[in-house]
């Protein structure tokens, strides 16, 4: 099996909920996210208030969420990485900009690299089931549709001719319900 290969199967048993599938992501990519955080936290007055597991964890949980729920096309490794970087300094950017935390530097730079493939493995891969229950019933009745059909790996026009509308429109409401309910649950990037 090629890495891309394995990295869609891995993907792909994420979105059927298999617990071991979610560990193994976390696993592969929670050590170097949380190495980067702590980097560009640095010695500042944020990393007082700010722990790089805690950020880890809430960026781990919202691409969990994410990629179970299908909102998450991702291609490969570097993309699914590219991403986590993304989310893990849009919430250290997010926490600077608190009026608490104001006037705090940052080191947006150490938010760069490749994933160590090492790592333990967090409680909050354990409670991915239950997590996505939570989610499914935070989602209003046309929502959880959407959502059951793209865990079922219907794509955006498959969707659109089951429930009406058009494919585009559908995955734009779809992604303002995941951050809506994302943020609900505190894992949202601007929770």
């Known amino acids: ?51 790089s597991i805690d950020v880890c964890q809430s960026v781990m949980g919202n691409v969990f969420v994410r990629i179970a729920a299908g909102q998450y096309d991702l291609e ?9 970087v993304t989310m893990a300094r849009n ?3 997010d926490h600077a900009r608190k009026p608490a935390n104001r006037s705090v530097p940052i080191t947006d730079s150490a938010l760069a690299g490749r994933p160590d493939r090492g790592g333990e493995r967090p409680d909050q891969a354990a409670e991915g089931r239950e997590l ?13 549709r959407v959502f059951d059909l793209r865990r079922a790996g219907t794509d955006w026009a498959g969707i659109a001719a089951a429930v009406g509308g058009g494919a585009e429109a559908l ?14 649950l505190g894992i949202g990037e601007d929770d």
């Open 1 to 51: 099996m090629t890495d891309d290969e394995a990295f869609r199967d891995l993907i792909s048993r994420v979105r059927a909920g298999d617990q071991a599938a979610a560990a193994d992501l976390v696993r592969q990519y929670e050590a170097e996210i949380r190495r980067l955080v702590r980097l560009s936290l640095g010695d500042s007055r944020l990393n007082r208030v700010l722990d």
């Open 76 to 84: 490969g490794p570097d993309q699914l990485f590219r991403l986590l």
């Open 91 to 93: 919430k250290v950017i």
């Open 132 to 144: 996505l229950a939570e989610v499914r019933r935070r989602l209003a009745d046309d929502e959880r």
């Open 171 to 184: 995955r734009k409401k779809y992604e303002r319900a995941m951050d809506r309910v994302t943020r609900e």
